[in-house]
């Protein structure tokens, strides 16, 4: 039987996850991944195996109270009969928010939670969730070592001009200040960078994760310069149903004209937002391109349009730029999107090779073009078992 580490990355109402196999000094196997979706609602968990084939799928009935911690128990139960109780070894969670103190992988306890749990004001939508999840699997596993490994941790580099907030100092005492997440993608990609372009990786590059959460990073040498999100998740490009950067004289608009309160901003803000606001129909890229609604090409464009304008902003952050790179859901299939954001760069030197991005190739630039331009598949489970492995099982050092 292998030893598995079993990843969580809990939201508000699902749980990615995935089983990897402990392999010493080389990468995690993925065995496993799957979900549970629509908590809160009705429930639905289903495990694939690393080809995508359906291994098991349970529903529950609508209006189920089932919480996180309930639903976790079909999890744990359906690994112990796929893999035997001896196998699983350890957990390792994203945990949004690490604060200034956290930003490498640590061994959780119950002082430590009740310390990450201080900085849910920082993440309200994402903090408790994730932490919810940490203290079920203590319940239901008592024994089980659990590894936190933070989305902010890959952006403690950034320069202090690049992480201050133009506020009263006190604030920024406090720890109101520029953070970044989607590290764990971004520590992935720089990874994988590496191994595909070494010359590239070693240079000044810029990554876009476009998925339904979106963000760029600006590194160097594998290292965040900059990125797009800041203090939340809120910051930065347009997305699936998050604002991105937005003047704060209109928040407080929105409270003195319409008199909208706090909760209502927040939902706002986080859910009715992006895409979905800007087109009214959907979040979802796919259903935006497949839309001749004037509004949805709207939508497209100001997706597109941001995305370009914090390149160029980035650019300026490294002093320049040798690559770029696309990844999540949209960065890694939406070619279209890819496409209109290059052509938008074309003062950059950034040539589109076609036919290479039709078929989401790994390199989808032209042989001249100055910048060159990579698509490559993020994988923060991977990232999330390397970590883990590295803080529980140093000796079997696995390669990130
Ligand atoms: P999450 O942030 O939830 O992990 P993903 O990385 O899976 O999200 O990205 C979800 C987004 O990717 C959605 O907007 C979806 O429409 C888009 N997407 C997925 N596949 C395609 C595709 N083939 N073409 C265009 N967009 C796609």
């Not at 009705?42 to 995508?52: I, K, N």
């Not at 970590?387 to 696995?398: D, E, G, K, Q, W």
Request: proline fraction near 5%.
């Amino acid at each position: 039987m292998p030893q598995a580490i079993l990843t969580l990355n809990a939201g508000s109402s699902s749980i990615k996850f995935a089983l990897h196999e402990m392999e010493p000094g080389t990468r995690p196997r993925r065995l496993s991944h799957g979900q549970i979706e629509d908590i809160g609602n009705a429930p639905h968990f289903v495990v694939r195996d690393a080809d995508g084939a359906t291994l098991t799928e349970q529903r529950w009935p609508s209006g189920s109270a089932l919480d996180h911690a309930a639903l976790l128990t079909p999890l744990l139960d359906w690994i112990t009969g796929h893999l035997g109780v001896e196998s699983l070894v350890a957990v390792g969670h994203r945990i949004v928010h690490g604060g200034n103190a956290y930003y490498r992988p640590v061994r959780l306890d119950p002082a430590l939670v009740v310390e990450l749990a201080r900085l849910s004001p920082l993440a309200p939508l994402h903090q408790p969730h994730n932490l919810a999840a940490v203290r079920a699997i203590t319940h239901l596993r008592p024994g089980l070592p659990q590894v936190a490994c933070f989305d902010t941790a890959f952006h403690h580099g950034m320069a202090p001009t690049v992480t201050r907030l133009a506020l009263p100092r006190r604030f920024t005492d406090e720890g109101v200040r520029r953070y970044g997440f989607h590290g764990l993608s971004y520590e992935y990609l720089a990874g994988r960078l590496r191994e595909q372009a070494p010359t590239l990786a070693s240079g000044r590059v810029i990554a876009a994760h476009l998925g339904n959460g979106a963000s760029l990073c600006a590194m160097h040498d594998g290292r965040s310069v900059d990125t797009t999100m800041g203090f939340t998740a809120l910051d930065g490009l347009v997305m699936g149903t998050r604002c991105g950067n937005l003047d704060p004289g209109a928040l407080l608009y929105l409270q003195q004209v319409h008199g909208l309160s706090v909760a209502a901003v927040e939902h706002m803000l986080y859910h009715d937002s992006g895409l979905l606001g800007v087109s009214g129909i959907s979040n979802d890229m796919r259903t935006l391109l497949a839309s001749s609604d004037v509004h949805a090409q709207e939508a497209i464009d100001l997706f597109v349009f941001r995305i370009a304008r914090e390149v160029g902003a980035l650019t300026s952050s490294l002093g320049g730029v040798d690559g770029l790179v696309f990844s999540a859901g949209i960065g890694e299939r939406a070619a279209p999107i890819r496409a209109a954001v290059c052509a938008r760069l074309a003062w950059l030197g950034i040539t589109c090779d076609d036919d290479a991005n039709a078929a989401n190739a790994a390199l989808i630039s032209t042989p001249d073009s100055r910048v060159q331009v990579r698509v490559i598949a993020t994988d923060e489970e991977s990232m999330i078992a390397t970590h883990t492995i590295n803080v529980l099982y140093p000796t079997s050092r696995a390669t990130p």
